[in-house]
């Protein structure tokens, strides 16, 4: 028998534990056939409701149900990549409490593995249900890292992906602490499905997404997977370097034909606060990737396990 780990990170889903497990569990009969041993991973990010207990009633009925439980809310990036370090499986998938990835996909995505592919991934293909203003960001969004970054990061990805053993340990060793789920499976290669499904909205429960975090949460991507706007920085040196430069010759060759009128100082402040404000953004830009890089070598563990159970 192979064995499959369902990753499933939670952060206030009481209501979502048992349907989810019972959406999972109409897969029995699939599993069986394709000689799949499952173990279910809840990982709890630091809920504030009933999650926790839900999540050991759950174990009760069904040993094959797992739980690791944060100290405080990490997020769900360390929430997966707790996930993955603690899963056994020859496969591994993850998937969200709310039942927004589908468990009923599962079967297709094992076809793909069947036919040889490492890793599995979905994508949605409209985003039915989401308010128009974020639906509208989050296409600049990946618009914009595309353009700027090597790594394909795919519009629309979910995190729902089934994966080899081999691909799982790929990704547990990049151990870095700012993680970017969407751009590391790019990043670590091997040959991907992609497959695509609508939207489905949830049904309990509210997102745990304000808009200001998935800003924050895009600019992480940003600095973790293109040095592009480094680059930028530069650029714009060199730019206003050089139209100082322009602009000296103009004024002296001005002055000695037309002489020195005393006029001006709009221009000069114009020009002043332009170039400040083109320093203090790429003073910020260099922050940006500073921070990061801070935090990256202080090399804090990514999450504290307060409790556990097989
Ligand atoms: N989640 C988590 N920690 C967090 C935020 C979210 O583990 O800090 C989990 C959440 O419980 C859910 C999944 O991540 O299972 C996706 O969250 P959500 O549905 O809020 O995101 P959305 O689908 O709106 O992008
Ligand atoms: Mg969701």
Redesign the pocket.
Known sequence: MELLSVI??????EE?IFPFYEELMKNDAFFKDRGLDVEIIY?N?GSKDKTVDMIKKLHERDARVKLVSFSR????ES?IYAGFKKSKGDYVVMM???L?DPPSLLPELFGYIDKGYDSVATRRVNRKGEPPIRSFFARQFYKLINKMSKTEIVDGARDYRLMTRQVTDAILSLCEYNRFSKGIYGWVGYETKWVEFENVE?TRG????SFWGLFKYSLEGIVAFTTAPLSLASFMGVLFCFLAFVLIIFIIVRTCIFGDPTDGWPSLVCIISLISGVQLLCLGIMGQYLSKTYLEVKKRPLYFIKEEIE
Do not use: H, L, S, Y
């Open positions: 499933v990170p939670c952060f206030n889903e979502n990982i990010d809310n990490f997020g769900k929430a969200d409490a709310d927004q949830r509210e997102t745990k997404w």
